[in-house]
């Protein structure tokens, strides 16, 4: 049966994952969707992202952050399983539990159970058992998949350099560049929050599947397990624009804390090392909603949480988007 599309053109600016589950979302209901990306769909901050979904290593006092968060992870996993069953792809997603290594850590753990992080001590160490990991690229392809069954438009390779909304609505998901791009509304400007790209660098390894069960942190070191064997390591923070050259000296350094922190990696080695962009809002706080006057939507800053923040994002803007195109957008 022929899809029967509803209402103008919906316009979303990134191919990553949120900008892409936003695309899905309004095709699902029905609506007519362009997806453009600068890139090849998907190799942004999706592609690099080491997929943990981890509240409790983030967050220790309530914020918008927190709240979005927990919402968030309450999502994930029927939105796994709906899109799994979708396409027949398999994402490789768990709720398996983290390890956080560090000082002061039962005092975290009475701050941080009141907000509704799950917490136990174990010994010296603290123990998240609702902290989950997912490998990102699994849930993009699902994504993709699903937007081109669906009929979404998808155009690659296509810098956005001007957006406008007088054709009708505007998602803009393009991650760390999306606060740079010049937006218009009625032929006015239109502020949006900037965004800075804060460069990370991770590492990887090849391991034995199932060595690793949980994730283990300590301060702003992690590591993680994929179900395949493949071990990420990371991160770094760095305000460095857009050079995405990975820089061996960091990976050095990168390794040295990886292998303090879990020794089971020494003698292993290195087999990828890349570098992503966290895209950081001037407002210290993702911006998630209607530009107020416009048809104009943002669905970016997630900074560290893309990945977690993804089903909420989704709905909070798919759904809004629908309801005012209900009222005649």
Same mark, same amino acid.
């Given at each position: 049966?022929?899809v029967?599309?509803? %209402?103008?053109? =919906?316009? *979303?600016?990134?191919?990553?994952?949120?900008?892409t589950?936003?695309?899905?979302r309004?095709?699902?209901?029905?609506r007519?969707?362009?997806?453009?990306?600068?890139? /090849?769909?998907?190799?942004?901050?999706t592609?690099?992202?080491?997929?943990?979904?981890?509240?409790?290593?983030?967050?220790? !006092?309530?914020?918008?952050?927190?709240?979005?968060?927990?919402?968030?992870l309450?999502l994930?996993p029927?939105? =796994?399983?709906?899109?799994?069953?979708?396409?027949?792809?398999?994402?490789?997603?768990?709720?398996?539990?983290? *390890?956080?290594?560090? #000082?002061?850590?039962? #005092?975290?753990?009475?701050?941080?159970?009141?907000?509704?992080?799950?917490?136990?001590m174990?010994?010296?160490t603290?123990?998240?058992?609702?902290?989950?990991?997912?490998?990102p690229?699994?849930?993009f392809r699902?994504?993709?998949?699903?937007?081109?069954?669906?009929?979404?438009?998808?155009?690659?390779?296509?810098?956005v /350099?001007?957006?406008?909304?007088?054709d009708?609505?505007?998602?803009?998901?393009?991650?760390?560049?999306?606060?740079?791009i010049?937006?218009?509304?009625?032929?006015?400007?239109?502020?949006?929050?900037?965004t !800075?790209p804060?460069?990370?660098?991770?590492?990887?390894y090849?391991?034995?599947?199932?060595?690793?069960?949980?994730i283990?942190r300590?301060?702003? +070191?992690?590591? *993680?397990?994929?179900?395949?064997?493949? !071990?990420?390591?990371?991160? +770094?923070? #760095?305000?460095?624009?857009?050079d995405?050259?990975?820089?061996?000296?960091?990976?050095?350094?990168?390794r040295?804390?990886?292998?303090?922190?879990?020794?089971e990696?020494?003698?292993?080695?290195?087999?990828?090392?890349? +570098?992503?962009?966290?895209p950081?809002?001037?407002?210290? /706080?993702?911006?998630?909603?209607?530009?107020?006057? !416009?048809q =104009?939507?943002t669905a970016?800053?997630?900074?560290?949480? %893309?990945i977690?923040?993804?089903?909420? +994002?989704?709905?909070?803007?798919s759904e809004? =988007?629908?309801?005012?195109c209900?009222?005649?957008?």
């Amino acid at each position: 049966m022929p899809v029967r599309y509803i %209402g103008r053109m =919906i316009v *979303v600016v990134g191919a990553g994952i949120i900008g892409t589950s936003i695309a899905r979302r309004l095709a699902l209901a029905g609506r007519r969707v362009r997806l453009i990306d600068a890139h /090849e769909a998907g190799r942004g901050a999706t592609h690099a992202a080491a997929g943990m979904l981890a509240p409790g290593g983030e967050f220790e !006092t309530d914020s918008v952050w927190l709240r979005l968060a927990m919402r968030s992870l309450a999502l994930y996993p029927a939105w =796994i399983r709906e899109l799994s069953e979708e396409t027949g792809l398999e994402i490789d997603y768990r709720v398996c539990g983290a *390890v956080q290594y560090g #000082e002061d850590l039962a #005092e975290r753990c009475q701050r941080q159970r009141p907000l509704g992080i799950a917490c136990e001590m174990r010994g010296d160490t603290a123990f998240y058992p609702g902290d989950g990991v997912v490998d990102p690229r699994d849930v993009f392809r699902a994504l993709i998949a699903s937007c081109r069954r669906l009929g979404v438009e998808v155009v690659e390779g296509q810098p956005v /350099e001007r957006i406008d909304d007088s054709d009708g609505p505007v998602v803009i998901a393009a991650g760390a560049w999306s606060g740079s791009i010049p937006a218009f509304s009625g032929g006015r400007r239109v502020a949006l929050p900037r965004t !800075t790209p804060m460069k990370g660098h991770l590492i990887g390894y090849s391991l034995e599947p199932g060595l690793l069960p949980h994730i283990v942190r300590s301060g702003h +070191t992690y590591i *993680v397990q994929r179900a395949s064997g493949f !071990t990420i390591a990371g991160s +770094t923070s #760095e305000d460095r624009g857009f050079d995405a050259s990975v820089d061996p000296a960091v990976c050095a350094r990168l390794r040295e804390r990886a292998e303090r922190l879990w020794p089971e990696l020494r003698g292993h080695e290195l087999v990828d090392a890349w +570098t992503g962009f966290r895209p950081l809002c001037e407002t210290g /706080e993702p911006a998630i909603g209607r530009v107020e006057g !416009t048809q =104009i939507w943002t669905a970016y800053g997630h900074y560290r949480n %893309g990945i977690l923040l993804a089903p909420v +994002t989704e709905d909070a803007v798919s759904e809004g =988007i629908l309801a005012a195109c209900d009222r005649g957008c």
